[in-house]
């Protein structure tokens, strides 16, 4: 069966460049969609299939896929960026998740 | 405005049957190319992609639970409803139900409901 893989965790200094990593392989022939879990609150989409962020959520989210690595990349990090982050594909009909990557915002 | 909402008992005995509903606004069951979706999440832990079922009534579950899980929809009352049987205390968890949006996300899960909590105990 097909299997994500996540960093348990990464960090970043205030201001700088974040980059969470998701595995897979092939990953790049799926969509991957990247989901933000702040502590004690439901996760929310933050960017779909790839590279495309969904209305609200800022520029400095982006996203790209390619070859056995997708990867969320979080430019000018904030506070509010500490988070666990979550990739997840679709797998023919069932539906994957990594196991998830606690970013600490230093 | 787009919402979901579960609703469920907090606490359930070992080998009972858990049922969760997920009542949504905002949108229909009916509506084409939309489906909905249960994940559950585990204290500390990853989330865990449970069932889905979609407009047209296709339905999928997660491998390993699909014996006790059963998923149905009633669009008149726009619920979604995830029946889980023969509970153990590892099935404690946050449910959550979501929404997949295939034309807008791409099959992204574009909404989803605050959660509920479920504990598993004797």
């Known amino acids: 069966s097909y299997e994500l893989t996540q960093p348990f965790s990464v960090s970043v200094a205030l201001g700088q460049t974040a980059r969470i990593t998701c595995g897979g392989n092939n990953i790049e022939s799926k969509n991957v969609h990247w989901y933000q879990q702040r502590p004690g609150q439901a996760p929310v989409l933050i960017m779909y299939r790839n590279a495309n962020r969904p209305s609200g959520i800022p520029e400095r989210f982006s996203g790209s896929n390619s070859g056995h690595t997708a990867t969320l990349t979080i430019s000018r990090a904030q506070a509010g960026d500490e988070a666990d982050y979550f990739c997840?594909?679709?797998?023919?009909?069932?539906?994957?998740f990594g196991g998830g990557t606690k970013l600490t915002v230093l | 405005q787009v919402t979901l909402k579960e609703s469920g008992p907090v606490l359930v005995k070992p080998t009972e049957t858990l049922t969760l509903t997920c009542t949504v606004s905002g949108f229909s069951l009916n509506k084409p190319r939309m489906g909905v979706t249960w994940i559950r999440q585990p204290p500390g832990k990853a989330l865990e992609w449970l069932a889905h079922?979609?407009?047209?009534?296709?339905?999928s579950y997660n491998t390993s639970l699909k014996t006790r899980l059963t998923i149905s929809k009633d669009t008149s009352k726009s619920q979604v409803v995830l029946v889980m049987t023969n509970v153990d205390p590892v099935d404690t968890a946050t449910y959550y139900c979501a929404r997949i949006n295939i034309m807008g996300t791409n099959y992204g899960m574009d909404v989803w409901g605050q959660g509920t909590s479920v504990t598993v105990s004797s």
């Open positions: 079922i979609f407009a047209n009534d296709d339905e």
């Open positions: 997840q594909v679709w797998d023919y009909t069932t539906v994957l």
